[in-house]
């Protein structure tokens, strides 16, 4: 039977997510199988898809027994792990290697993703090279067995594979006496990482590790050309964990803030607004969303919606269902994303130096600790438009430290001109100040007022007023901030924003979360945010100011309640 990748089950299920009307899936789903779709409609010498890969897979499917259906795992596969498998596996570069070298999975539960692991283990068994390794690691021992267990019960259900010439199951290990290759379930909790030469390797649950696992597996790939590393969690309510930064570098590379594009993620975690207004308790989209299973499998559905409804009633169990079958952090709740990253990057505009000149400006600050980002933003009104620049600054010794830390290439960012090295291993803030009085001999802008946090702030703006500047300090509370927190959103969801283009403006939109108070004042949590955001508090404190001044002479410029 002849297989063809664009007839198959996985390209059907990508078509199917990136239909227009289709709520069932979540915007960062939709994107990375966008993507795919491109390298499969227009394969290029960087990435195309290996029809020989994918037949051969097809093939291996039919012959595995699915322990549970009785059925050939090609017609047992989820609709998610078809996407999941092909393109991981058969996506290639020009030179035959692997084109995606890391594959992250956030899935909630009841969507057999443990057995499809196990799927996949037993298919680089089968088709890597002679002499391969491969590693599973998980937080403790019992976690671990249960892949090792999956992997166990499809060999033994399969009669193609069950003889010991094909697979021995060994107690430590699984071993494919036709590639003389291996497979060991790890244990975080008693193995030591280091050492280990992986051709691929799969954290499982790594929302309950930290980074120390990942990266060593890591580091042992560092040779080969080759290599894959598979990273699968459900959410979890900890704030410290590996799979908080894997999702986070995966949204980042799916909104085309970084240039990894040997990254294939599949996010399957409601979008920001079902987030929002305890939709969870009502909307089965969240579900859906979460949980790709079921949205066909209605006895999945079924069930799941009976935790639900037991979340609703009992606060005791909301932990447990949020996070592991709505991938959405408890005490998370109340906390979404400021805007959506495309809707911030439709307002981008080319530089124009000539526009800003002979305009009146507003400054907005926000000095950090001295060893931190700084950041100065800039806006002018026009006809009730909201016109802004922002300039990021960074201490020049810890460039190279905080673009490992961060994944933000800050070397960029400095090339581009939208962010300054000064200082050395704490901020220049002579440096600042001075670009600051600087700004109108520069853009030629008259600056009206400036507003700054006094945290961290009072040295500068003491230098600032002694030379002209009109500074007022914006108090940090949600009370004060709600106003043009809200209306910068606004604002940027009505086209009535522009900025200077300034990709380090939208990698911290991307990274700021918004906190609810008690009176519903909304506005950007530095503690909840994902990373940096301190252009986007400058952004805030200037729009404040120009809210203020407009409210009294403009009426185009109020607030909607």
Same mark, same amino acid.
């Given at each position: 039977m002849s297989d063809s990748v664009k007839t198959g089950p996985?390209? %059907?299920y990508a078509r199917w997510c990136c239909e227009a009307e289709n709520d069932k899936v979540p915007v960062y789903v939709k994107k990375q199988a966008a993507q795919w779709l491109a390298i499969v409609d227009r394969p290029t010498d960087t990435a195309w898809v290996d029809e020989s890969a994918y037949r051969r897979i097809c093939g291996l499917l039919r012959l595995m027994v699915?322990?549970?259906? /009785?059925?050939?795992? $090609?017609d047992g596969l989820e609709d998610y792990a078809w996407l999941f498998i092909t393109a991981v596996l058969c996506t290639k570069t020009a030179e035959g290697a692997r084109y995606y070298e890391t594959a992250v999975l956030e899935i909630?539960? %009841?969507n057999f993703k443990t057995f499809n692991s196990a799927v996949i283990f037993v298919l680089l068994l089968l088709t890597e090279p002679h002499f391969s390794r491969f590693f599973s690691v998980a937080p403790d021992l019992k976690l671990s067995s249960e892949l090792k267990v999956a992997l166990r019960k499809i060999i033994k259900s399969s009669p193609a594979l069950a003889e010991d010439k094909v697979f021995k199951v060994l107690r430590g290990e699984v071993r494919c006496g036709l590639t003389d290759s291996e497979y060991t379930?790890?244990? $975080?909790?008693?193995?030591?990482m280091d050492g280990k030469l992986a051709n691929a390797f799969l954290a499982d649950e790594a929302g309950a590790m930290d980074a120390y696992p990942i990266e060593a597996m890591r580091s042992s790939q560092i040779t080969l050309k080759s290599k894959l590393g598979i990273i699968i969690s459900t959410q979890y309510p900890n704030d410290d964990n590996a799979m908080i930064d894997e999702i986070?570098? !995966?949204? %980042?590379t799916l909104d085309g803030l970084l240039e990894d594009q040997r990254r294939f993620s599949l996010l399957y975690e409601p979008d920001d607004w079902l987030r929002a207004e305890d939709r969870w308790m009502t909307d089965d989209r969240v579900i859906w969303q979460s949980n790709p299973v079921a949205v066909k499998n209605q006895t999945v559905f079924q069930a799941i919606c009976k935790i639900r409804a037991l979340a609703v009633l009992y606060e005791n169990k909301r932990e447990n269902y949020l996070c592991k079958h709505n991938n959405i952090k408890y005490k998370g709740l109340g906390v979404e994303g400021y805007v959506e990253i495309s809707r911030v990057q439709a307002c981008a505009r080319a530089e124009d130096p000539d526009f800003w000149r002979g305009r009146p400006v507003y400054l907005g600050l926000d000095l950090s600790q001295t060893d931190d980002n700084t950041a100065v933003a800039m806006v002018t009104v026009e006809d009730g438009v909201l016109y802004a620049k922002a300039f990021g600054f960074v201490p020049a010794d810890r460039v190279a430290y905080k673009s490992r830390k961060e994944m933000v290439d800050y070397r960029r960012l400095i090339g581009q001109g939208v962010c300054f090295a000064c200082g050395g291993e704490v901020i220049d803030y002579g440096f600042v100040e001075q670009f600051i009085l600087s700004l109108p001999e520069r853009y030629g802008v008259e600056i009206v007022q400036c507003g700054y946090d006094r945290w961290n702030a009072l040295s500068t703006v003491q230098k600032l007023e002694a030379a002209g500047v009109e500074c007022v300090e914006i108090r /940090?509370? !949600?009370s004060v901030l709600h106003s043009p927190t809200k209306l910068l959103r606004e604002k940027i969801l009505s086209r009535e924003f522009f900025y200077d283009e300034n990709r380090m403006l939208e990698i911290n939109f991307q990274n700021a979360r918004c906190t609810e108070d008690t009176n519903r004042n909304k506005y950007v949590n530095k %503690?909840? !945010?994902?990373g940096k955001v301190d252009e986007v508090v400058a952004l805030i404190n200037a729009t404040y100011l120009a809210e203020q001044d407009m409210l009294f002479? /403009?009426?185009s410029f109020v607030v909607q309640t």
């Open positions: 996985a390209v %059907k699915h322990p549970d259906l /009785q059925c050939p795992l $090609y909630a539960r %009841k379930p790890l244990a $975080y909790s008693r193995d030591r986070d570098i !995966s949204r %980042k /940090q509370h !949600s %503690k909840r !945010s994902e002479g /403009q009426d």
